[in-house]
């Protein structure tokens, strides 16, 4: 599998029209870089109360389901990406009062990349049930995302051509 580019400008691409210079990367890699489909998504990702990510979580994947109809993989896969980031960005709240879990700020050479980069990590609160519920309603459209035989096949076939 390709690793994500993070040396290219995607502020000025539009990987709709370039899906050759797509990848997919690892977990959650370029989700809020890549265009146009940070900002056709984006905008319906939030996960502050059940009720909310429960909302949330239906919109982005009714978008992947689009995605995946007008055969269109790698918006099908940047929605992947956001349910996903719905969950990982909830239990980290759930975890870890005001969602930080690390001290200090990002180095600039390592802005958009997940890690501690040598930060020291904040010590984790009581869970907060919450956002704990708001994480298992992420999870689960994550999972049925994951497993949409379409979305397995369009991933292999795009694995085939662009590897």
């Known amino acids: 599998m390709r690793k994500f580019d993070y040396s290219l400008d995607y502020a000025s691409l539009n990987l709709r029209k370039r899906p050759d210079l797509y990848a997919i990367g690892r977990g959650e890699q370029g989700v809020l870089l890549v265009e146009p489909y940070k900002s056709e998504i984006l905008p319906n990702w939030r996960f502050k109360d059940p009720d909310i990510a429960r909302e949330s979580s239906e919109k982005i994947y009714r978008q992947f389901l689009a995605y995946l109809e007008q055969n269109d993989f790698v918006g099908?896969?940047?929605?992947?990406?956001?349910?996903?980031?719905?969950?990982?960005?909830?239990?980290?709240?759930?975890?870890?009062?005001?969602g930080k879990k690390y001290k200090g700020p990002?180095?600039?050479?390592?802005?958009?990349?997940?890690?501690?980069?040598?930060?020291?990590?904040?010590?984790?609160?009581?869970?907060?049930?919450?956002k704990a519920e708001s994480a298992r309603i992420f999870k689960a459209k994550w999972e049925e995302a994951k497993e949409n035989s379409d979305y397995q096949k369009q991933k292999e076939a795009f694995q085939r051509q662009y590897g």
Request: net charge positive; hydrophobic share 20%; no cysteine.
């Open 76 to 98: 099908a896969d940047m929605a992947r990406k956001f349910l996903q980031m719905g969950y990982t960005r909830s239990r980290r709240y759930a975890n870890y009062p005001g």
């Open 106 to 130: 990002v180095p600039d050479d390592k802005k958009g990349q997940s890690g501690a980069h040598g930060r020291p990590q904040h010590e984790r609160g009581p869970e907060d049930p919450v």
